[in-house]
């Protein structure tokens, strides 16, 4: 399995931006797909899941600016991410894993992108 991650940038604070990360090796379809953050000096955090059939979650302090979307026919999984603030500064990471799996395992991980937002 290889997650290829892409997109990420510097951008000003209240900017946007859209990460990608290309699949492969895998029935991207059939899997949940996370993405995942990584800020200087902190612990990693989950940012927001989609499964197969489309079913979104988020972090409570990203749901309102942060959309998770995927294209299967792309195996593509994107995160649009809006009002960007600096504190959203990190390295950005996507993840797979099969459905059915426990939520905090995650075997598949692609490279990370950074994002990092000015003030």
């Known amino acids: 399995v290889q997650l290829q991650a892409s997109g990420g940038g510097l951008v000003q604070a209240g900017g946007s931006l859209r990460l990608s990360c290309a699949a492969s090796?895998?029935?991207?379809?059939?899997?949940?797909m996370g993405w995942h953050r990584q800020a200087p000096g902190k612990q990693r955090e989950l940012v927001a899941t989609?499964?197969?059939?489309?079913?979104?979650n988020y972090a409570d302090s990203m749901k309102d600016r942060f959309t998770i979307s995927r294209d299967n026919a792309k195996n593509t999984v994107y995160l649009q991410m809006n009002t960007l603030i600096p504190e959203d500064t990190a390295v950005y990471y996507c993840?797979?894993?099969?459905?059915?799996?426990?939520?905090?395992?995650?075997?598949?991980w692609g490279q990370g992108t950074l994002v990092t937002v000015s003030s």
């Open positions: 993840a797979a894993r099969r459905p059915f799996t426990p939520s905090d395992k995650w075997p598949y």
């Open positions: 090796g895998v029935t991207f379809s059939s899997y949940v």
């Open positions: 989609i499964t197969s059939g489309g079913t979104t």
